[in-house]
């Protein structure tokens, strides 16, 4: 009996003399956080994420068009719109949502869809001040606003393309408005042309800027066609 006694009591001191177990150090417990999560930027401006992690992290843009971020963690802003940076962890992800704001927005596109019909176009802007072309064109003017006068023009009584026309005073605006909101592509004689993708692939619209007169400059836009 003595001797189970005293093998009992030494088992119990050895088992009190085992440390609890813990957390392994090559394996910690992985966290990620952020000092924000959504941010402001004006075109070309940049923000450096702000970001903690137990483990590497990796960055990725939902759409590089309005901004796009480096492996480094640093956003570039790139054309109006909003995106969603992704910022990830070995176990999570989290997300930063980016606004890329515009300065020049006195100019707002007007509400329709090339395609659409006539009576889309009249639910949306009402009676036209004018018509031309046997009512191919529909015209709108603004009395002195932003811009002056704005052209509807029609193929097979389906919106094909339009067109924004401004004084000259005011050609700084619209020209902001293009490259804030656009990528330019190429030159043919007196217009500049802008898509709005980072590729052609990619691209539904084509706008041209330039100067129609001495005392107008016009902004057209109309499908790409590749």
């Known amino acids: 009996m003595k001797k189970i006694v005293y093998l009992l009591a030494i088992i119990l001191a050895v088992a009190g003399c085992t440390k ?3 957390p392994s150090n090559d394996n910690p417990t992985d966290s990620l956080t952020l000092s924000e999560t959504s941010v402001s930027l004006f075109k070309d401006e940049e923000y450096t994420i702000q970001a ?3 483990s590497p992290l990796s960055y990725s843009s939902d759409n590089e068009y309005h901004a796009t971020v480096s492996p480094q963690g640093i956003i570039k802003a790139r054309f109006v719109g ?3 940076i992704n910022v990830s962890n070995a176990t999570e992800t989290k997300h930063i949502t980016i606004e890329v704001k515009p300065r020049f927005n006195q100019f ?3 509400n329709i869809t090339f395609g659409d019909s006539r009576a ?3 639910d949306e802007m009402g009676e036209p001040d004018y018509t031309q072309f046997n009512g191919k064109v529909y015209g709108y003017y603004f009395n002195g ?3 002056d006068c704005i052209e509807v023009r ?3 009584d389906r919106v094909s393309e339009y067109e924004a026309m401004f004084t000259i005073p005011y050609d ?3 020209k902001g408005y293009i490259s804030e909101r656009f990528k330019y592509q190429y030159t043919h004689l007196t217009t500049d042309y802008y898509i709005n993708a980072l590729e052609t692939v990619d691209a539904t619209m084509l706008v041209g800027s330039y100067e129609i007169n001495a005392r107008y400059w016009g902004i057209i836009f109309k499908p790409y066609n590749q």
Request: no cysteine; hydrophobic share 30%.
């Open 172 to 174: 700084e605006e619209a």
């Open 52 to 54: 903690a992690s137990n």
């Open 145 to 147: 606003n932003y811009p």
């Open 82 to 84: 909003t995106t969603t």
């Open 154 to 156: 029609f193929q097979d």
């Open 108 to 110: 707002t596109a007007p």
């Open 20 to 22: 609890d177990p813990s």
């Open 120 to 122: 889309v176009v009249l």
